[in-house]
């Protein structure tokens, strides 16, 4: 009888162990590197080695494609990623943002709306999670346009700056505007979604979407 135990006992503990070691998931490993890689981009900035934080920017938005894939992939999706990915997008881009503001490469009016939207989201966020508790984070489809021109948007700037032609111009020019586009849109339908579920969400406890 003390063998059918154990092996329970080991068969449940392998059951808890991803719960209690989320950490350790190759996403969630992804999502920290991209986080990591924050400081160095921004010291690479402002030291004006835009090559070096143009290839540095191109690894962490490797990490952000390779860390959905492998969630789903590898079926490692857990509570924590649902909260760090998003997390880690809004503190790369809005770092960056400000950053190449400070060096006089991004519009001022492009970089307090992403700074401003973002900011406003996260203490919505923080709020909504203090009075519900745990929620689960879906992806829309305008949230991942604007974080996708966002990333365009701070590739063309520091392109411009290692290759200044016509046409990276052109597309420094298209992909800001773009994001200013992309940015209110989003933060309009961030508010709209809010406002009507807001009730339902604080009775039922459902979760708004992830923008």
Not at 175 to 188: M, Q
Request: glycine fraction near 6%; aromatic fraction near 8%; hydrophobic fraction near 50%.
């Amino acid at each position: 009888m003390a063998l059918p135990r154990r092996e329970n006992e080991r068969s449940m503990n392998e059951e808890l162990r991803p719960r209690l070691n989320p950490l350790r998931s190759a996403p969630n490993l992804l999502t920290l590197i991209r986080i990591c890689l924050a400081p160095f981009l921004v010291v690479a900035i402002l030291e004006n080695h835009y090559l070096l934080s143009f290839w540095l920017f191109l690894s962490a938005g490797l990490t952000d494609a390779l860390d959905g894939a492998l969630a789903r992939w590898l079926k490692q999706r857990s509570v924590l990623g649902q909260y760090l990915d998003p997390v880690a997008d809004k503190l790369l881009l809005s770092t960056l943002f400000l950053v190449l503001l400070y060096k006089g490469l991004m519009p001022t009016t492009v970089a307090v709306l992403v700074f401003g939207r973002d900011l406003a989201i996260l203490i919505v966020a923080a709020l909504l999670y203090a009075a519900v508790g745990r929620r689960e984070f879906h992806p829309s489809l305008l949230g991942k346009a604007n974080t996708l021109m966002q990333i365009a948007a701070v590739t063309a700037v520091l392109l411009h700056q290692l290759v200044a032609t016509p046409w990276i111009g052109a597309a420094r020019k298209a992909t800001l505007k773009a994001t200013v586009l992309f940015t209110v849109i989003s933060g309009l339908h961030y508010a709209w979604s809010v406002s009507r579920r807001g009730g339902s969400t604080m009775i039922r406890g459902s979760s708004p979407s992830k923008y």
